[in-house]
């Protein structure tokens, strides 16, 4: 089982709609997840970071905790074409050689059409 | 704008030379990482350095090389690289480990 998996997509969605981005994770005890967004050649930047359960808002951006249910989402609302690019879910994790480091799911690419 | 700073940006090199990628951060963070990406995957933990000591290294060929010179710098050593190695190269850090993490611009490594 991979430590966090996020629903595959693409995801296209039309301009203004909702983008609902998913993620699940295998470590019970996490404590720490985020969102990151990548524009095609660039690098990971930071645009949520969720600690508790429940949701965290941030402008058009809204992230989800469900610590019972091991699961963090990302709502993208008022989907614009410039949010067009791979959302990455990651959790910081305890490894088996008693580590914690930041793991990644695989990413979603969001389309958003004009 | 990140304030990890990366260079180069892009580095082309022979899988005979020796180049390093270096990566600075002025945000008086203690923990410093290298990650690899391939094309259409995410990033993948390379080496973990808190208070400026190695701690976590994910089995990573010994072609690739880490050094944390002080507390701001961290160096990626690269010799007798394979074309496989070929990605972009990001470097991070973090207040602690465990923090959330910032990424730097990323330097793109093409070996020929």
């Known amino acids: 089982q991979k430590e966090v998996e996020q629903n595959s997509g693409p995801l296209s969605v039309p301009e203004g709609a909702i983008a609902s981005l998913n993620c699940t994770y295998s470590?019970?005890?996490?404590?720490?997840f985020f969102w990151y967004r990548q524009y095609s050649g660039k690098s990971p930047e930071l645009i949520m970071s969720?600690?508790?359960?429940g949701d965290k808002e941030d402008g058009r951006f809204t992230a989800q905790l469900n610590k019972a249910s091991q699961y963090v989402s990302l709502l993208i609302r008022d989907s614009q074409p410039s949010d067009s690019a791979t959302y990455l879910c990651?959790?910081?994790?305890?490894?088996?050689?008693?580590?914690?480091?930041?793991?990644f799911g695989a990413g979603t690419t969001v389309t958003v059409r004009a | 704008d990140t304030e990890v700073t990366q260079t180069p940006k892009h580095l082309v090199m022979g899988m005979t030379n020796k180049k390093s990628l270096k990566c600075e951060q002025h945000?008086?963070?203690?923990?410093m990482y290298w990650y690899k990406q391939k094309a259409k995957k995410p990033p993948e933990l390379m080496f973990v350095?808190?208070?400026?000591?190695?701690?976590i290294n994910e089995s990573v060929p010994s072609r690739f090389s880490p050094e944390c010179p002080n507390s701001s710098l961290l160096n990626l050593h690269l010799h007798a690289l394979q074309p496989e190695d070929s990605a972009l190269y990001l470097c991070?850090?973090?207040?602690?480990?465990?923090?959330?993490?910032?990424f730097g611009e990323g330097s793109w490594l093409t070996v020929v």
């Open positions: 990651a959790a910081i994790l305890f490894t088996r050689s008693n580590d914690y480091k930041l793991s």
């Open positions: 991070a850090s973090s207040q602690a480990e465990r923090n959330t993490i910032y």
């Open positions: 470590d019970r005890v996490s404590q720490s």
């Open positions: 350095y808190s208070y400026e000591k190695l701690s």
């Open positions: 945000m008086g963070h203690r923990a």
């Open positions: 969720i600690y508790s359960n």
